[in-house]
């Protein structure tokens, strides 16, 4: 049975692959020392991961992938061979974009070019990694305060751990309200608020443009706010 599965899937995927090959959206550049392999064009579909398009590439790492994009959503673009299987996660949109890695890092510092949704996300990502690390200080700093037994250390810790996540969401909240205009707010949004109070992201949504509400990101937010709403 476990094998039947395997074959339905790996079909599935082909004929997702093969379907479609062009659209509104180019995704072209070039994998460094990529020699053999196929990458593909992917993007959420409700829960599901689907490939939407695919090319073998052979010597010069050079690839092009089209889709049709219908609101600017996140893609991903991934590298399938006999050894590897990553991903590049990115901020699809119509016109051409143009990525550029290299094999031995893929995925991990990628240039991305073409998306005005991805360069915004780019800065943004900067700034909560910051947030990241510092998360990651205080997991350490609550560890050594455990082991030694010191309360008031450990009171310390989780009030200024606290003020870290709420500096985390205001800035957040500010950056998502500075792109009011763009898909990547409700985005970020969605991804990085959907634990804080609800008056912020009911903030962010009424701050939204007309088009980007009608965005799929948009309307998800909408639709998530709701739901909060209708539990409380």
């Avoid at 599965?5 to 692959?17: E, K, R």
């Amino acid at each position: 049975m476990k094998k039947i599965v395997t074959v339905l899937l790996a079909s599935m995927l082909i004929f997702a692959c093969s379907s479609k090959k062009d659209g509104n959206m180019i995704v072209q550049g070039n994998i460094k020392g990529l020699k053999k392999g196929t990458l593909y064009l992917q993007k959420m579909n409700d829960t599901l991961l689907v490939s939407v398009d695919s090319v073998n590439v052979f010597g010069d790492g050079n690839f092009k992938l089209t889709d049709n994009v219908e609101s600017p959503v996140m893609y991903y673009l991934a590298f399938d061979s006999k050894t590897t299987d990553k991903r590049i996660l990115f901020f699809g949109d119509k016109g051409t974009i143009t990525i550029n890695d290299n094999i031995d890092i893929f995925g991990f510092n990628p240039e991305i070019t073409g998306s005005k949704n991805q360069e915004v996300l780019n800065n943004f990502i900067k700034v909560n990694n910051k947030f990241k690390n510092q998360r990651l200080e205080f997991i350490k700093k609550e560890f050594e305060a455990t082991k030694a037994q010191d309360q008031d250390l450990m009171t310390k810790v989780k009030t200024d751990f606290d003020r870290m996540i709420r500096r985390k969401y205001l800035y957040t909240t500010n950056f998502a309200l500075n792109n009011k205009d763009l898909e990547v707010a409700p985005y970020i949004a969605l991804t990085q608020l959907y634990d804080a109070n609800i008056k912020l992201l009911d903030t962010i949504n009424n701050s939204l443009s007309i088009d980007v509400k009608k965005s799929a990101y948009g309307k998800r937010l909408d639709k998530y706010i709701s739901e909060i709403k209708a539990k409380e």
